[in-house]
């Protein structure tokens, strides 16, 4: 599995609602919000042999509401 993180910044008023979906769709294993200039920061498992910029795509960034992403791949745990 790879890990990214994926800062989200939600249409005005719109947070809580994506949040809410982003949650219901069980793709994140942990989701925050957070101060800056994006609303919500997901933790996000890519399964093995899966394309991280289509599984993102068609599981996460369908979702209404959603402005601008930022996703962050990570290489090494220390």
Known sequence: ???VFVQIRCTPGKTYDVANEIW???VVSE???TSGD???LAKVYIPEG???G???????FD???????LTTMTFKAF
């Open 54 to 60: 289509h599984f993102l795509a068609s599981k996460l």
């Open 38 to 40: 994006f609303d919500l």
């Open 24 to 26: 219901d769709r069980e």
């Open 1 to 3: 599995m790879s890990l």
């Open 31 to 33: 989701l925050y919000s």
């Open 50 to 52: 899966q394309d991280v």
């Open 63 to 69: 979702i209404a509401g959603i402005q601008q992403t």
